[in-house]
């Protein structure tokens, strides 16, 4: 993909007009609210893609999809620092908003929301109001990050909150994260339809992720043995295998073949509430994280059990 480099408007007050080739770059709160408001009163449907920027093919597919399904397209491209705790890599993490507006607008994209943190959240000193879904935030990507789904829960139910009614394009790689969105979504009664877009892969089976740029050359080679581990714990599934013990040893199998990977977990889970079944029945999430060099990982895939899972109630 050529990416030229830009040639956006930035908005940060005056009406926006869609019908122009550039994409428009708003700066405001107010008036991106003000602007998808405007798109559905002319009759358009919205598609919202929520990002951290840093945009790559996993990003755009999901710009596509919106194109290809919503009448305007509006992408937010915001480094959200509630998310990230202190020992990470929140100063690290990468930033090029004129390469994200260019490539947003190449797949189709007509608006970037990109506020500074100021525009987001309340003056230094005064608590920020927070929003927590309880137990689903704090296993699994919760429990080695305490506070960050949280930070999450919070600066979406912002985003979507101002945007308004809409279509939310979230892709499957981040599981927990898109569970989570659906949680809130559902419980606040924020005006916006959840859609779930299959993780986009290299050929190798590594997941496209923002922090593989963190990766050297070796680490790179050895970082698709994560997906390798979650397509053992899908084997075992397939076979049959109803113990989640012995579907993630099969998985910490592959991790542990590789001394440079450090694995943080791999779990069975219910695919909604991410809790781990007694047996493994239908349909699971086999879901997985480690550390690699500086970099920590995630991924996950679905497996499909031959045993149904009854119902928690028996059926009745």
Known sequence: MTISRPHFARVCGPPVRFEGANVTLITEPAEWRRVLDAGRSSGRTVGVVPTMGALHAGHLSLIRLAGAQRDLVAVTDYV???QFAPSEDLAAYPRDLERDCALAE???????????????????GRPATTVSVGALGDRLEGAARPGHF????????????????????????DWQQLAVVRRLVADLSLPAAVVACPTVRNDDGLALSSRNAYLGAAERAVAPKLYWALLAGRR????????????????AAVIGR??????????????EDLTTPARVGGEVRLLAAARLGRTRLIDNISA????????ADGGH
Not at 153 to 166: D, E, F, H, I, Q
Not at 236 to 251: F, I, L
Not at 258 to 271: F, K, N, Q, W
């Open 80 to 82: 959200n620092p509630l």
């Open 150 to 173: 949280a930070g999450v829960a919070t600066v979406v139910t912002k985003l979507l909150s101002l945007a308004g009614a809409c279509w939310a394009y979230f892709g499957e790689k």
């Open 258 to 271: 590789e001394t440079s990977m450090i694995l943080d977990y791999g779990e069975v889970a219910d695919p």
């Open 304 to 311: 499909v059990s031959p045993h149904h899972r009854a119902p």
């Open 106 to 124: 190449e797949v189709g994209a007509h608006v970037v929301f990109a506020p500074a943190p100021a525009q987001m959240w309340p003056p230094a």
């Open 236 to 251: 075992s599934v397939e076979d049959g295998e109803q113990d989640p013990e012995a579907v993630r040893a099969a998985m």
